[in-house]
């Protein structure tokens, strides 16, 4: 796998540990699952834990490396996205995960010609300057962001079907099952 497809992994882990963590005084786990979280250090094992316990409580809260194409294109469709660009969970999907927070990337928005055509982003502030314009749907730029992340996603959920990673999240489903 290429270092970068490990770098955005991590930073969609990496997302979910801030909730988790204000979220871990109220909901302590004494969660220890061999090999599954190795990479992680000790500090950090009960608040990977926790946040996976977070979402799957709530399944269609969170993107999974392992989701379908077809449920990463709902839990997306069902985002919140309101038309203005603050506060706009959408957005900064597209400003952290696909521009990397810096000003260069690539977002293609594909729609019919009465929508405005397709068109491609190489920049965030072009981007957001659209959006804050009207000049990109909210719908149209959650598809863009589906269709990215199914791309992106893909290497992840072919490991996962192989047999030792397949074992791996089998048991870390077992741990956060509902009692």
């Not at 269609?60 to 379908?68: L, R, T, Y």
Request: glycine share 4%; net charge positive; charged share 25%.
């Amino acid at each position: 796998m290429k270092p970068k497809l490990y770098l955005f992994i991590a930073l969609l882990a990496c997302l979910a540990l801030p909730l988790a963590a204000a979220a871990q005084d109220s909901a302590p786990t004494d969660v220890s699952a061999p090999d599954t979280a190795a990479f992680l250090p000790d500090e950090h094992k009960d608040t990977f834990a926790t946040a996976f316990k977070m979402t799957k409580s709530k399944p269609n809260s969170a993107i999974f490396v392992h989701d379908s194409p077809e449920a990463i294109r709902e839990k997306v469709g069902k985002a919140f996205c309101p038309p203005e660009i603050n506060f706009n969970p959408v957005l900064n999907w597209a400003r952290y995960l696909i521009f990397w927070g810096e000003d260069e990337g690539e977002l293609r928005v594909s729609r019919p010609a009465k929508f405005g055509g397709n068109k491609t982003y190489y920049s965030y502030r072009e981007l957001e300057q659209d959006y804050a314009h009207g000049q990109l749907h909210p719908q149209d730029l959650k598809t863009a962001v589906a269709d990215w992340l199914i791309v992106k996603l893909a290497p992840a959920r072919k490991r996962f079907e192989k047999d030792r990673p397949k074992k791996g999240l089998a048991f870390l489903e077992k741990i956060t099952a509902p009692k």
